[in-house]
C-alpha cells in the first residue's frame, strides 16, 4: 500500500485559519492513518506487507507552515505505525521527497518510485522505516 497525499499551499505562521489547519492536517496525517485502519490488520493477520506514506518537508520552512506540521505528523505516525504492526511482519515506512516532483530533474517520480521498491522488497532484517530522496 502506497500513501500519496499531500495538501501543498505556502502559508506563513499565523496565516491559516484553524479550519484550514484542520483540512491540512485531515489530508496529510489523518488520511495516511485512515487507510491504515483499512489495510495494516489484514497485512498483520497474513503476516506481512509494506505501508508506505510519501513525506516531505525534511525540514520545517516558515513559508509551508501547515505542511511543515503535515509531514512532521507524517513521520511520528510511520513510527507509531511501525511500533503497531511492524511486529507482525507490516513493513511501515515513508519516502520523503525533499523536493517538488518533475519528469527530467534531479526529483524525477521513476527515480522516486525506486525508493517505494526497495523498501517494499527489503528483507525483514534490514528493514529501513525512512528514505529520503533529496535529488
Do not use: C
Not at 18 to 43: E, F, Y
Amino acid at each position: 500500500m502506497v500513501h500519496n497525499a499531500a495538501l501543498v499551499r505556502p502559508d506563513r505562521p499565523g496565516e491559516l485559519s484553524v479550519r484550514a489547519h484542520l483540512d491540512a492536517w485531515a489530508v496529510n496525517v489523518v488520511g495516511a492513518l485512515t487507510t491504515t485502519a483499512h489495510v495494516a490488520p489484514g497485512m498483520a493477520r497474513r503476516g506481512g506487507g509494506s505501508f508506505i506514506v510519501t513525506g516531505g518537508m525534511p525540514e520545517a520552512k516558515p513559508e509551508y507552515v501547515g505542511l511543515s506540521l503535515g509531514k512532521a505528523g507524517v513521520r511520528a505516525l510511520v513510527e507509531l505505525l511501525d511500533k503497531e504492526y511492524g511486529p507482525s511482519g507490516v513493513h511501515v515506512a515513508t519516502v520523503t521527497v525533499a523536493g517538488p516532483v518533475a519528469p527530467g530533474t534531479p526529483f524525477d517520480p521513476d527515480d522516486i518510485a525506486e525508493h517505494y521498491w526497495r523498501l517494499h522488497t527489503q528483507p525483514r532484517e534490514r528493514w529501513q522505516r525512512e528514505v529520503v530522496h533529496s535529488g
